[in-house]
């Protein structure tokens, strides 16, 4: 019988810290940039050792993805997919820029050995991640940025954000927002 009510409580733990971390999750999530709101400026070092700032893109689209680390699994097969696509996205009149808290050399590194021409950003200090409510997961001493993806219109706007993306077919609905969202404005 004490064993019973042992497992009880250790079940009824778990419970509760599973609850407190999905309402944590819900709660960073709640702190997102939302449709409609005019997207912050920004400028953050490139891949290319550049300084690049989401001013320079003003009258096409902005496709703003954060993700977790460089040369992971789920990273490299999101990455691949924008790069995959990208002559849709230039016909589209779009520009990729992807945001990680990775350094400009891991990002050189990751772009050199997965052939990525699109901007990768390093925001290893958190502002534009802490600006945009992008969700920060700690994993021991290392913080990684939850992949959040936000659409910004050629006014600057914000037009649709995907708070928890699946990577395999990312790249095609981020294209179809981008179609959509021209459509409504036609």
């Known amino acids: ?71 992971t699994q789920g990273c490299t097969i999101e990455a691949h997919n924008f790069q995959r696509d990208q002559a849709m996205y230039d016909k589209a009149n779009a520009a990729v820029l992807g945001v990680s808290l990775d350094t400009a050399d891991s990002h050189k590194a990751f772009c050199t050995k997965e052939n990525l021409t699109f901007k990768l950003l390093a925001d290893p200090e958190h502002k534009v991640v802490d600006e ?24 600057g706007k914000i037009v649709k954000v995907w708070p928890d993306v699946k990577v395999q077919n990312h790249s095609e609905e981020v294209l179809a927002a981008i179609d959509e969202a021209k459509k409504a404005k036609s």
């Open 1 to 71: 019988m004490q064993r019973a009510g042992l497992w009880s409580m250790v079940l009824v733990a778990a419970l509760a810290v599973a609850g407190t971390a999905r309402m944590a999750m819900a709660a960073a999530a709640a702190g997102l940039l939302e449709t409609g709101t005019a997207a912050p400026n920004f400028t953050l070092p490139s891949q290319e050792d550049k300084q690049v700032s989401l001013s320079q893109y003003k009258g096409k689209w902005v496709v703003l993805y954060f993700y977790p680390k460089d040369q």
């Open 132 to 155: 945009y409510g992008v969700p920060v997961v700690a994993a021991g001493p290392n913080h990684f940025a939850k992949r959040v993806t936000f659409l910004i219109s050629p006014k």
